[in-house]
């Protein structure tokens, strides 16, 4: 077996036999990214140095015979909304490609305790707003099932990153599906969990009440161990929830529970639409789960294009006021030709944001004045509430509900904007659920369609049911073949050997 | 018609900071006067991904002022964004309450030339301040110390009249946010600042004219000359026969007159929404029945215990009790002396002078005050020595009854003494004794002049004078 194609628990116990150590393993990668990041671009910043530091660091405790936890060693990839101190944090925009901060998110501070190796800083859609990737103001960032495709986004890096094998994990963030979608388009498991059990503190904001930061990864036990090292309550995140109920054993622990007899949930309006392949993996994995002793019930669920529509009000209405920071004044970029205070404000921003953001800045600043509040803000709040009494009653009914994550696979680059706004939102009607009621929902592959690009399906439960939600991805995931990797990596291991010794 | 016709309908909106040692979403510090951009962190500075996390005794100071002025206090509020750019502001908004505020309704009782006014709070609710800009020729710096300092808003009804009323509410708000301990109450510092809405109408409509706002006035003096020539000026522009437009305007010190700032400024729309990074504030029964138990006595009380024990006056009560360090002085010299009255007038009167308007320090020790006010009371001294005293003892704290008989100053009420330095004066200033029977009563006042002159201005006044008269009315 190769090095890149080891899941968490195998390098980590490799790390602990001293088969492998975090050097080599952080080298392999390292090359990985060498070689490939011309071809799939899912990093703003690679931090060699940093990562083999970290990495001899993380052979030298092992030495010593301390052990930081499952991912000590194991080099992995942060979004690039996440602040790392010392490491520029871009956020993908030229507003901020020489910020540095002096401080490390919350989650950053786990990791680190964890003894994380951080290989560098993944690619996304400007602040977040997006969903293929291709508003980063750097470079797009290619799917490595087929370069021509995006690999999803926001959180489009850390996917593609993970999917190359250009890192061991990722953390993404989600706001509306930026962990599930990229994580679907390219074959991964990708975990948004409840809003209020990651901490939010040192990631940029998009729309505060909706941010949840989450892993990315191969595997569902990947996935688990990833955020046991992150869900740890924060105290100075105000919104962190302070009754999340962690099961015994961590989300880890969780993967291995019974599977007993769950109600797993099919929402009826959710077939609408769909590619014929999402359909099809839809329809075998309810047939998969009933064969293996649960019961599905046909629900449904009313407010899905009233859902969609406050969830884009909502967001658009948070993000103008998160975004209106980055002005030119105190940090980041500033136009050399502005001479007064307004010139600063018009000439910086107008420079240095992409069109998505200005368009989400545009719609937060019109519905939020004083004529259109009512009509739209406030109407919007409403109908987030009737999405979480929705859901609540649908919870009563089942334990989990199986839907899709996309209406499809992956789309070309270049074929997202030429849309229409509609078409590009209503594409995002399966992900925005969860994200709009508080509600974790955990991505993984179904497998690829005929012309071998991944599909994948989600999971959502009530709030803190994510242990609950592993268990049933883990059922499926055991039953089932992994996914090939990526033409990509074949291709590249034709010509280099990385077996493992 | 005339300025008597109309009469000004004044609403205020005060900011008060608190004086809690943290900011209100970050842990540095509030201290005033620290070199720029000492006291910040990337919380404040609005750094990427930071988050604001409430500091819950900024909640509880804001309870405590709201319980002693009369509010009902929210079991739940919660924080709101208002957004603007402006470059002392990193975050391009300023968290405060605008929906839903912490506390509402209350009042403020006023004693003014016309008997007690009751002034109604509308709200007050909590709000983060902003930085300061400091302007050079062709650039600007900013300073972030004060962003995220907590302040509390206080706004009231439209039920002040005048400038006196607007005066008498700032500095009655002023005395209890200092008795609870929850601001400085500093103008000169900032931490008091006022705005003022002010339309006018003829006497006796119940409608209300156009408002004009009038934004960041930190002096009581200014407060009532920005209200007296606003008012003027509104009162010429309907006399003229023309319309006052709802603007925004800046009283300016240096010419006493207002003027109206950029329409931009006045016409913005702040795009308030719910600040999704802050949950309900709640307040339970428990945390306002323990605030309520550590309140202290406030003016309004410690007023009416002093018009009550020492039968002091409306106005005196309130004057005493408007600063908490003179209030306190008060109480501790009024144990010292059997003369409440007298005392209050040597404070009153003759060391009112001293006070600033945002310092009320006594040089003096209360138990000396007290003793002269003995002094005093019990006719030991008159009251020209008492002013003399006072004066030495405001140079240096003496003991006054040392004083007073180091340096021989007590009066002279021994009759038999007075009565021989009288006939030296009758016998000697026959010319005066024939005026004053004539009926020229000036005459007599030379004549306690020669009297008080041989005493050192020791003789007891009133007791001289009787005796004077008797004296020249004997010898007739
Ligand atoms: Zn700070």
Do not use: W
């Not at chain 1, 090292?229 to 989300?251: H, L």
């Not at chain 2, 929404?273 to 009380?301: H, Q, Y």
């Amino acid at each position: 077996m190769t090095i890149t194609d080891m899941t968490i628990q195998e390098l980590a116990s490799a790390l602990r036999k001293g088969d492998l150590s975090s050097y080599e393993i952080t080298s392999t990668f390292l090359n990985n990214i060498e070689r490939l990041e011309p071809s799939v671009g899912a990093y703003i910043t690679v931090t060699k140095d940093d990562a083999l530091s970290m990495a001899e660091e993380a052979d030298m405790s092992f030495r010593e015979g301390d052990d930081p936890g499952l991912l000590a060693g194991i080099p992995m990839a942060l979004k690039d909304n996440i602040a790392t101190s010392g490491i520029r944090t871009t956020n993908a925009s030229r507003m901020l490609e020489n910020f540095v901060p002096a401080y490390d998110a919350y989650v950053t501070t786990c990791l680190r305790k964890n003894g994380a190796v951080f290989l560098g800083k993944a690619n996304m859609d400007e602040f977040s707003m997006g969903d293929s990737t291709e508003a980063s103001a750097f470079h797009v960032t290619h799917n490595p099932y087929d370069a021509s495709r995006v690999p999803g986004g926001s959180s489009g890096g850390s996917a593609a990153a993970v999917a190359a094998g250009e890192a061991v994990y990722a953390l993404g963030t989600d706001t509306g599906g930026s962990i599930c979608q990229p994580a679907a388009f390219c074959g991964l498991v990708g975990m948004r969990p409840t809003y209020g059990l990651v901490s939010r503190r040192g990631i940029t904001a998009y729309a505060s009440s909706f941010d949840q930061a989450g892993p990315i990864t191969r595997t569902v036990r990947d996935n688990a161990a990833v955020l046991d090292a992150i869900a740890v309550r924060d105290p100075k995140d105000g919104m962190a929830s302070r009754f999340a109920p962690v099961p015994d054993g961590g989300y880890v622990g969780a993967t291995e529970n019974a599977f007993g007899n769950p109600v797993i949930g099919y929402v009826e309006e959710f077939s609408k639409g769909l590619n014929p392949s999402v359909r099809g993996a839809l329809e075998h994995a309810l047939q998969f789960y009933e064969s293996t002793g649960a019961r599905v019930v046909s629900l449904s669920f009313p407010h899905l294009e009233e859902a969609l529509a406050a969830y884009y009000l909502l967001t658009s209405a948070e993000g103008y006021s998160a975004i209106n920071r980055y002005d030119g004044v105190h940090y980041g970029y500033r136009a050399a030709d502005a001479e007064t205070v307004d010139d600063i404000y018009m000439l910086s921003r107008s420079d240095a944001l992409g069109l998505e953001v200005k368009c989400r800045v545009l719609l937060g600043s019109y519905l939020l004045s004083k004529e259109h509040y009512d009509a739209y803000y406030e109407k919007a709040a409403r109908i987030r509430t009737l999405v979480i009494q929705a859901f609540n009653t649908l919870f009563n009914a089942c334990d989990a509900i199986l839907a899709p994550v996309t209406t499809g696979p992956a789309p070309l680059l270049g074929t997202r904007n030429s849309e229409s706004l509609n078409g590009q939102y209503s594409s995002d009607r399966f992900t925005v659920l969860a994200p709009l009621a508080g509600l974790p929902a955990l991505a993984f592959p179904y497998g690829l369609t005929q012309e071998g690009l991944p599909i994948g399906l989600q999971l959502m439960g009530p709030r803190f049911s994510e242990g609950r939600l592993y268990m049933l991805a883990t059922a499926y995931e055991d039953a089932h073949e992994r996914l090939p990797r990526p033409r990509l990596l074949h291709e590249l291991r034709n010509g280099n050997n990385h077996e493992c010794p | 018609m005339s300025v008597l016709d109309y009469e000004s309908v004044i609403g205020l909106e005060v900011h008060v900071e608190l004086k809690t040692p943290q900011k209100l979403f970050c842990d540095c510090s509030t201290t005033f006067g620290a070199p720029p951009n000492t006291q910040v962190c990337p919380v404040c500075l609005a750094m990427p991904g930071t988050l604001p996390l409430l500091n819950r005794e900024c909640v509880e100071y804001a309870v405590r002022a709201g319980l002693a002025l009369h509010c009902d206090i929210a079991p739940s509020s919660r924080f709101d964004r208002k957004n603007y750019f402006y470059p002392d502001l990193p975050k391009a908004y300023q968290v405060t309450q605008n929906f839903a505020p912490i506390c509402t309704g209350g009042y403020v009782d006023v004693a003014t030339e016309n008997g007690m006014r009751r002034i109604r709070i509308t709200r007050i609710h909590l709000e983060e301040d902003a930085g300061k800009l400091i302007h050079h020729d062709d650039h600007s710096l900013v300073d972030c110390n004060r962003c995220g300092v907590p302040l509390i808003e206080i706004v009231t009804e439209p039920d002040i009249r005048s400038s006196e009323e607007a005066v008498a509410f700032l500095r009655k708000l002023r005395a209890v946010v200092r008795y609870t301990d929850v601001s400085d109450g500093k103008m000169n510092e900032g931490s008091l600042r006022c705005d003022v809405n002010l339309s006018i109408r003829k006497k006796g409509e119940t409608t209300f004219g156009q408002r004009v706002e009038m934004k960041n006035i930190n002096s009581f003096n200014f407060v009532a000359r920005a209200i007296e020539s606003e008012f003027k000026r509104q009162v010429a522009i309907l006399e003229e026969g023309g319309t006052i437009i709802q603007e925004t305007r800046r009283f300016d010190e240096k010419t006493g007159e207002t003027s109206a700032l950029r329409k931009k400024e006045s016409a913005a729309d702040y795009r308030y929404f719910p600040d999704p990074d802050i949950g309900e504030v709640l307040v339970n029964k428990e945390t306002i029945a323990r605030i309520l138990a550590s309140m202290p006595r406030l003016p309004d009380e410690r007023k009416a215990m002093y018009k009550d024990t020492y039968e002091l006056s409306d106005y005196e009560a309130e004057r005493l009790t408007a600063d908490k360090d003179l209030s306190d002085f008060f109480e501790e010299a009024v144990k010292e002396t059997s003369y409440p009255k007298t005392l209050v007038n040597l404070i009153l009167t003759d060391l009112s002078p001293l006070f600033g308007e945002d310092e009320t320090e006594v040089p003096l020790s209360p138990i000396s005050l007290g003793a002269l006010a003995d002094l005093l009371g019990k006719d030991i001294i008159n009251s020209n020595t008492g002013r003399k005293v006072l004066k030495v003892m405001l140079e240096e704290d003496q003991d006054p009854v040392a004083y007073v008989e180091e340096n021989n100053l007590a009066q002279i009420n021994d009759p038999e003494v007075l009565q021989s330095i009288i006939d030296a004066t009758v016998n000697s200033n026959a010319r005066a004794v024939n005026d004053y029977r004539r009926g020229r009563t000036p005459a007599l006042r030379a004549l306690m002049g020669n009297v008080m002159r041989e005493t050192q201005g020791r003789a007891n006044p009133i007791l001289a004078e009787e005796m004077l008269k008797a004296t020249i009315a004997k010898n007739a």
